[in-house]
């Protein structure tokens, strides 16, 4: 069952546009395996502050995946240190080394992502708890790469650990952050 849950506690970037809140079925343990997949894929991420995993699914299947980490050849965060350690969030992306896990599983994916659903989660290193709600909305450049790719949908989890789906144009106001 698919329902529409009201802006309550979802904080303020997350009142600011619709969404969908899955609750229970069979779409909902697919979307569950899909962000626990992104999220063990955040273990990955060489970035001190935060860890992210995506995975791009289309019609079920796993067509490209990422994490957070410096570009090919380039020291990660975890050898050089990370410029965004003490930014506040959702801010000044570019002072870490990182290329996103969202970018990069645009950029390793070898078939047309065209009408995929990218699937995002992600941990806070230094405490090792996972990051929910608008923490794991796309920054402004890999949402505007996921409209260039022609994504149809993002899933990230809210604060009470269930799936939350937007369609791109229900993201728009990222680019007004
Ligand atoms: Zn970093
Ligand atoms: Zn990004």
């Known amino acids: ?37 992104a999220l063990k894929l955040s273990e990955l991420s060489t970035c001190l502050r935060s860890g992210y995993g995506a995975v791009l699914i289309k019609d079920d299947r796993i067509i490209s995946a990422g994490f957070n980490g410096a570009s090919r050849g380039m020291p990660h965060c975890s050898e050089a240190g990370c410029g965004r350690e003490g ?35 992600g941990h806070n290193v230094q405490t090792k708890e996972e990051k929910r709600g608008a923490s794991c909305l796309p920054c402004k450049m890999c949402y505007r790469a996921m409209r260039q790719a022609k994504i149809l949908s993002v899933v990230i989890r809210d604060t009470n650990c269930l799936p939350l789906i937007y369609s791109l144009d229900e993201l728009k106001f990222i680019e007004e952050e």
Do not use: W
């Open 1 to 37: 069952m698919v329902v529409h849950k009201p802006f309550a506690d979802l904080g303020p970037v997350l009142k600011s546009t619709h969404h969908i809140l899955v609750t229970e079925g069979r779409v909902y343990q697919k979307t569950q395996v899909y962000l626990d997949m």
């Open 87 to 121: 930014i506040p969030s959702r801010t000044r992306y570019e002072l870490c080394r990182s290329a996103h896990a969202e970018f990069n599983s645009l950029l390793f994916c070898r078939e047309d992502p065209t009408n995929a659903t990218l699937y995002i989660a």
